[in-house]
């Protein structure tokens, strides 16, 4: 059996590169520790779901992304937009 394990944003040094300066604080609130996503995969191990999405939470936006795409592709059209304007303005 294969076992999926999903992290949505992990605390690694990928953060620490120059691209990310102007990444915007609340979107680092849900950063996850590689501890507590290293303990969903040893859960996983012992698992037999397809796949586990950590934090569980984040379950729920994907959901939404599936069953509303309509609804929910555009909100995160606009983020992605104004992220990659935030990060092309101060260049």
Same mark, same amino acid.
């Given at each position: 059996?294969? /076992? @999926?394990?999903?992290? =949505? ?7 620490? !590169?120059? %691209?990310?300066? &102007?990444? %915007? *604080?609340? %979107?680092? $609130?849900?950063? #996850? +520790? ?11 191990? &012992? +698992?037999?779901? #397809?796949? $586990? @999405? @950590? ?6 936006? =994907?959901?939404? *992304? !599936? &069953?509303?795409?309509?609804? =929910?592709?555009? $909100? $995160?059209? &606009?983020?992605?937009? *104004?992220? #990659?304007? *935030?990060? /092309? %303005?101060?260049?």
């Amino acid at each position: 059996d294969v /076992t @999926v394990v999903s992290p =949505i944003m992990v605390d690694t040094p990928l953060f620490d !590169h120059p %691209s990310f300066e &102007n990444f %915007s *604080k609340r %979107s680092t $609130i849900a950063i #996850l +520790s590689p501890e507590k996503v290293a303990n969903a995969i040893l859960k996983a191990a &012992n +698992s037999s779901k #397809l796949e $586990i @999405v @950590v934090p569980s939470v984040a379950r729920a936006g =994907i959901w939404a *992304k !599936h &069953n509303f795409p309509f609804l =929910i592709n555009p $909100i $995160i059209g &606009n983020a992605f937009r *104004k992220q #990659l304007t *935030k990060r /092309t %303005s101060k260049k």
